[in-house]
C-alpha cells in the first residue's frame, strides 16, 4: 500500500524556520526521484523542491537560498528545511514522486503569521 505522512508543520513567524518529515511506504523510494509541493487556500498544488534517485536538488526560485531538501534512501524518508520563512510560504505541504504524483497524504499545515 502506498503511502505518505507528512509532519513537522506549524505555526512560526516571519524569519522563523521549520523541518518537515514524510514517510513513505510501499513505492521504490531509493529508485525515484521525489518532490515536496504546498498548495495555498484557493490556489493550485506547487512544486516546492525535488531531490533525483541520485540526491541532486531542485528548487524554484521562490524558495532557492532558502529551503533544503534531502532524503534517506536506508529509511525511505525526506525531509524539508525551511529557513527564512515568509508569509507567502503559508501552505499545506505534501511530498509525493516528482513524476506521475499520485495517493497523497494529508499533508502538514504550515502557516507563517505574525
Known amino acids: 500500500q502506498v503511502q505518505f505522512v507528512e509532519s513537522g508543520g506549524g505555526l512560526v513567524q516571519p524569519g522563523g524556520s521549520l523541518r518537515l518529515s514524510c514517510a513513505t511506504s510501499g513505492i521504490d523510494f531509493r529508485g525515484l526521484t521525489m518532490s515536496w509541493y504546498r498548495q495555498a487556500t484557493g490556489k493550485e498544488r506547487e512544486l516546492v523542491a525535488t531531490i533525483t534517485s541520485a540526491g541532486v536538488p531542485i528548487y524554484p526560485d521562490s524558495v532557492k537560498g532558502r529551503f533544503t531538501i534531502s532524503r534517506d534512501n536506508a529509511k525511505n524518508t525526506m525531509s524539508l528545511q525551511m529557513n527564512d520563512l515568509k508569509f507567502e510560504d503559508t501552505a499545506v505541504y505534501y511530498c509525493?514522486?516528482?513524476?506521475?504524483?499520485?495517493?497523497w497524504g494529508q499533508g502538514t499545515q504550515v502557516t507563517v503569521s505574525s
Open positions: 509525493n514522486r516528482r513524476y506521475t504524483p499520485r495517493y
